[in-house]
């Protein structure tokens, strides 16, 4: 005898829009092949590895007036039928054609970077199914960062495996010839110290 079929329920933007806009901004609500995914609010590690993250590649970017770095919540839909807010992402503000007037978040078609904060309720979203969103829309990088593991995984087009980054993490985005170059110890200690962690033995 044969199992029985399970039947998941597709959302729609429409019906994940309308979650948002009951909820504001936590949870956050994203929308993947449509599937819904619901992540809770996040915890004072990740909000200050956000923190630390984004503020040196905005650094390294606004020296060199390449692309816009952000942080969520920012409902993107870089492909039809399809909502995400990366922790950090950098915008491609040449993907919004000159005609559009006042862009919203679904004008922006293109991303230089998407970086996700890991957390035990996301390793597999993170580590699967958003890498494979985020690499098949045309992002050219996905960093992931683990806080307990202590590294940076970094996905490129075209690998099938990431690069992981204990000690250093390169970035050189198309076009420029300096690239940034990120301590990986160091920025997880300054997450550990400004988040009150204690050291590890």
């Not at 039928?81 to 491609?92: A, E, R, Y």
Request: some cysteine.
């Amino acid at each position: 005898m044969g199992m029985p079929a399970i039947h998941r329920r597709r959302w729609t933007t429409a019906e994940v829009r309308s979650l948002m806009d009951e909820t504001r901004h936590w949870p956050r609500y994203e929308l993947i092949n449509g599937e819904l995914i619901v992540t809770p609010s996040p915890g004072v590690p990740h909000q200050v590895a956000v923190a630390e993250l984004a503020f040196i590649v905005k650094t390294y970017l606004n020296e060199r007036d390449i692309g816009l770095p952000l942080t969520s919540p920012a409902d993107l839909e870089l492909v039809p039928d399809s909502i995400t807010q990366p922790d950090i992402f950098v915008l491609d503000p040449d993907s919004v054609a000159d005609t559009v007037e006042n862009p919203t978040w679904a004008d922006f078609k293109r991303l230089l970077l998407a970086i996700e904060i890991i957390s035990p309720s996301s390793v597999r979203t993170d580590r699967i199914v958003k890498r494979d969103f985020y690499l098949d829309a045309g992002v050219p990088e996905y960093w992931i960062l683990d806080l307990d593991a202590r590294i940076i995984e970094r996905w490129t087009q075209g690998r099938e495996s990431p690069e992981v980054c204990r000690d250093s993490l390169v970035w050189l985005p198309d076009n420029e010839w300096v690239p940034l170059t990120i301590d990986v110890p160091e920025l997880f200690e300054t997450i550990r110290r400004k988040s009150g962690q204690p050291k590890r033995l």
